[in-house]
């Protein structure tokens, strides 16, 4: 076994398990490299589909080209997708700096999806490699009744026993590639063959290495224009993946509020 | 914040891969993880561009110096505390190595995200503080570390800035340390005086530790081994789920050890169904072909319809794991509220769950204290041995055996509350648990009870070595032999010698001794005898169990002889031998036996001839319905 042969083995015994021992789960797509990767392991998992929805938390302000794949790939994958629109801007904590304001729709959207259906789990396609705080999340993460995350009063998790028992009300984050790295994405969509948006192939020396909202979404400098050159570009950059994410940036600890609120 | 680079993949696209090991760093609270972890990420390269000068400028902004640890406290709440207080995962390479860095903390209050931590690691890093030396936390990681099965650990004394350099310094804390692991059967692979602050010893050997010959902590992290493949164990295949998306009935499950191929034949435990695999699924391409081995996730099709449920264990046939409804368990705690005798838990082994009951606990202690007291409960962040009585049967493996399928996690409402290695499984409950059809006796109970005069019973004398057990006992049998009657007599001692001679004197043992003891006096029972057990039985949930398994049959009888009485007695010169040190798990001059709360008779014999104590016994078994007393009686029951 090699090491995607690793990764994917865990990720799809994190897959069955969820399904196994929650009552209610949904996918959180996202339409990036992340959240394919995810329907693809899932897929593994499931011997060729995805036995629960596929919810896209819309904020209404995507790529044009991500719609455009969502459509497609959704009827192509015989996806049970789900679109979750969200609340405007003025429904949202105004204290928190303007893009991650922006975002944070995402995370009312979100508990306005979880209110309607009723999950008791939901499944996201964050890295521990992205972000630190990412970085101390656990595999199957319990959210409060507001769909806060507690990161000082985790449980514990080893061996891969997973704590699957929310309380009544409140929902587990299930996170299958928590363990992957962003060149492992690549490397697996290569080998798999998993399709993509183009915006992550650069055109005129710019290109997406993490795609969110339009307007607080930049291009990075980069000439890698195929998976192999991404990789390539991926073991010499120092550049983060989310320097384009203007809401990783505005004050040191804006993205801890936003995930302790719930965001991804 | 974004401080980890993405470069360590071994994915790299000209197909070279590098030998990735895990592992952790941990220590006790403020002896510099954090400070040693902001350093490799600086000496081995794997800083983000302008990561440092941001971290310099926001500890200027904040009034603070700039400290290494800076780097990994990016949490808000980290930074108010002063101490970092998850796991996190960073990446960065040696020469030969890409290493992934789970920074464990320290603080007491964490030992859960330690757990969490060290379990996923191929190797350790335990730090210790040149100026404070060997701490609680120290002994207590060391032996958790022992405990999660990782065995190879590099000491790391930091801060020897802090005492000069001073190589006496650094041998006394080496030995100290050395001499604790090796106690555990842990040999650290280094011992590697550093200054982490100033970057001695990290990735260079300076001046200042001229004296140190051995590797700096990159080379020691350089020489780590990756996971040791566990494709040369028995297969264990524990099944996740059942799938019918389609027509297909597929078995879903990871290979934990060994391998399979399709054709293999197979055991499904604990039930013992043979089937044969006829496929192995998957997707997009299926079904695959070859040999397909430990750490997959596969999905195979049986050649026969058999039930399977989630939790089950596939094996080939000739090497099994074992079914058992009790074993038991090394086990760490980290629940607040510690685990006692008797305990009702749930367990998980694997995706197989089961209510169970702590049965007992041996060598409750605070890994983290020198003098280890013996506790009767097993406190938060302590350790123990468990013997656990499981509701339904499961199948498991000694950790010994198979390091995968041998450990087990607790649940307390709900969360995780401990984890364990199974030590031993009691598979003699039911060895061979398929295709047993009990064959009943020919005779009917009235038939021997007409003959006997009496109904079949187990009358169990329970107390102290010497009160007077085995004497009473073949009074009894006499009397009742006398009056026409069937008594067979099962003395503790004389049972040992044979049946049970297998057994010794642990908690587990004697439990076992007491459970096969109550089978064969019930079986009597059930035939009409009345069946005399003698024996110390000092557990008292042991003797719960034993009237579980005799039920309406059971007669309890507390011999209640007066220590004091029993020691003077000593006819075997046992007590003599235990105050000499000479016998040990020796009943009776501690405070081990459990007296009968509800006992059907108790008996002083300190106080009462033995015809006079006879009497007694006859007379409960008369008022309780075991002996017929009058002709009418009897006539009732033909």
């Known amino acids: ?264 | 914040m974004n401080m980890i680079v993405t470069s360590a993949s071994p994915a790299t696209p000209n197909g070279t891969t590098r030998p990735q090991v895990r592992i952790v760093i941990v220590g006790h609270v403020d002896h510099g993880k954090s400070t040693l972890v902001g350093r490799l990420l600086h000496e081995t390269g794997s800083l983000p561009d302008g990561k440092l000068e941001m971290l310099k400028a926001v500890s200027a902004r904040r009034g603070m110096p700039f400290e290494w640890s800076f780097l990994l406290d990016a949490l808000q709440t980290e930074r108010d505390q002063g101490i970092t207080i998850d796991t996190t995962q960073i990446r960065f390479r040696t020469n030969s190595r890409d290493i992934v860095l789970i920074d464990a903390p320290g603080h007491a209050e964490f030992l859960r995200n330690m757990i969490t931590g060290a379990s996923q690691a191929d190797g350790a890093v335990l730090i210790i503080d040149a100026l404070e030396g060997v701490r609680d936390q120290t002994r207590r990681h060391g032996y958790l570390l022992h405990l999660l099965g990782v065995k190879q650990v590099a000491i790391v004394v930091n801060k020897m800035d802090r005492v000069d350099f001073a190589a006496e310094r650094f041998k006394a804390i080496s030995d100290e340390i050395s001499a604790h692991l090796q106690g555990l059967g842990v040999t650290p692979t280094a011992v590697i005086p550093i200054s982490a602050r100033d970057g001695d010893g990290v990735a260079e050997r300076t001046d200042r530790i001229s004296w140190y010959r051995g590797p700096t902590v990159v080379e020691a992290l350089d020489r780590l081994e990756p996971a040791r493949p566990l494709e040369a164990l028995a297969l264990r295949l524990p099944v996740q789920a059942i799938y019918k998306f389609d027509d297909r009935r597929i078995v879903a499950g990871r290979i934990e050890s060994g391998s399979l191929v399709a054709g293999d034949e197979i055991v499904i435990m604990p039930a013992g169904k043979i089937a044969r695999i006829k496929s192995v699924e998957s997707w997009p391409v299926t079904p695959v072909a070859g040999r397909q081995g430990a750490g997959r996730s596969v999905g195979i099709t049986l050649d026969r319809e058999l039930f399977v449920e989630r939790g089950d264990i596939i094996a080939h046939a000739s090497a099994a794991p074992r079914e058992t409804r009790r074993l038991r368990a090394r086990i760490f705690w980290l629940h607040d509220k510690p685990l006692a005798k008797g305990d009702q838990l749930l367990v998980r082994c694997g995706p197989k769950e089961s209510r169970a009951t702590v049965v007992a606990i041996e060598k409750a202690v605070d890994p983290g204290e020198l003098s280890s007291v013996e506790n009767k409960a097993i406190g938060r962040n302590h350790v123990g041995e468990i013997d656990i009585s499981l509701s339904h049967p499961i199948a498991t493996d000694p950790y010994t055996e198979n390091p995968r399928t041998g450990r087990l996690v607790i649940e307390v409402s709900g969360r995780i509350a401990g984890g364990g290695l199974v030590l031993s499984v009691d598979a003699g409950q039911r060895a061979e648990p398929v295709d047993i059809v009990p064959v009943e006796s020919a005779l009917r109970l009235d038939e021997r009870s007409a003959r006997y005069r009496h109904n079949g019973a187990v009358v169990w004398l329970t107390g102290l070595p010497a009160s007077g057990k085995s004497t009473l006992a073949k009074a009894l049998e006499r009397r009742l032999f006398t009056n026409g009657g069937s008594p067979i007599l099962l003395d503790g001692d004389t049972v040992r010698a044979g049946l049970n001679s297998d057994l010794g004197f642990s908690a587990a043992d004697r439990s076992e001794n007491i459970r096969r003891l109550a089978e064969v006096a019930t079986h009597l029972a059930r035939n009409g005898h009345i069946a005399i057990v003698a024996a110390v039985s000092p557990a008292r949930e042991d003797r719960a169990t034993a009237r579980r398994i005799a039920d309406t049959a059971f007669r309890e009888i507390h011999v209640a002889t007066p220590a004091e009485v029993c020691e003077e007695r000593d006819p075997k010169g046992h007590y003599k031998k235990a105050r000499a040190g000479a016998l040990a798990s020796f009943t009776g001059i501690g405070n081990d036996y459990e007296k009968p709360e509800a006992a059907e008779l108790v008996i002083d014999t300190a106080t009462r001839s033995v015809a006079d104590a006879t009497d007694a016994i006859e007379q409960m078994l008369k008022s309780t319905g075991v002996l017929f007393d009058e002709v009418v009686d009897l006539a009732a029951n033909i």
């Not at chain 1, 589909?49 to 938390?57: D, I, K, S």
Request: hydrophobic residues 40%.
């Open chain 1, 1 to 264: 076994m090699d090491h995607l042969d690793q990764l994917e083995a865990q990720s799809i015994y994190i897959f069955r398990e969820a399904f196994a021992r929650l009552k209610k789960i949904a996918l959180l797509w996202s339409l990036g490299k992340d959240s394919n990767v995810m329907i693809w392991l899932a897929r593994k998992a499931f011997f060729g589909r995805l036995p629960f929805p596929a919810l896209h938390v819309d904020t209404g302000k995507k790529f044009p080209e991500m719609y455009r794949f969502r459509d497609h790939y959704g009827k192509e994958w015989e996806l049970d997708l789900r679109v979750e629109p969200c609340p405007p801007i003025d429904a949202v904590d105004p204290t928190l700096p303007p893009a991650a304001r922006s975002a944070a729709r995402k995370t009312e959207g979100l508990k306005m999806a979880l209110a309607k259906s009723g999950f008791d789990g939901l499944i996201a396609g964050i890295r521990r490699d992205e972000e630190a705080t990412r970085a101390k999340e656990r595999v199957f993460s319990p959210r409060g009744l507001e769909g806060n995350w507690d990161v000082r009063d985790q449980p514990p998790e080893f061996w891969d026993h997973f704590n699957a028992s929310p309380p009544q009300g409140a929902h587990l984050r299930i996170h299958p590639i928590l363990h992957w790295t962003e060149a492992d994405i690549w490397a697996y969509t290569k080998r798999e063959n998993i399709p993509i948006i183009p915006l992550y192939l650069s055109q005129n020396g710019k290109r997406y290495r993490s795609l969110g909202d339009q307007d607080i979404t930049n291009p990075v400098n980069s000439t890698a224009s195929t998976i192999d050159e991404i990789l390539i570009e991926l073991e010499q950059t120092k550049v983060p993946e989310r320097a384009g994410r203007a809401l990783d940036h505005e004050t040191e600890d804006a993205f801890e509020r936003l995930r302790v609120a719930g965001y991804l």
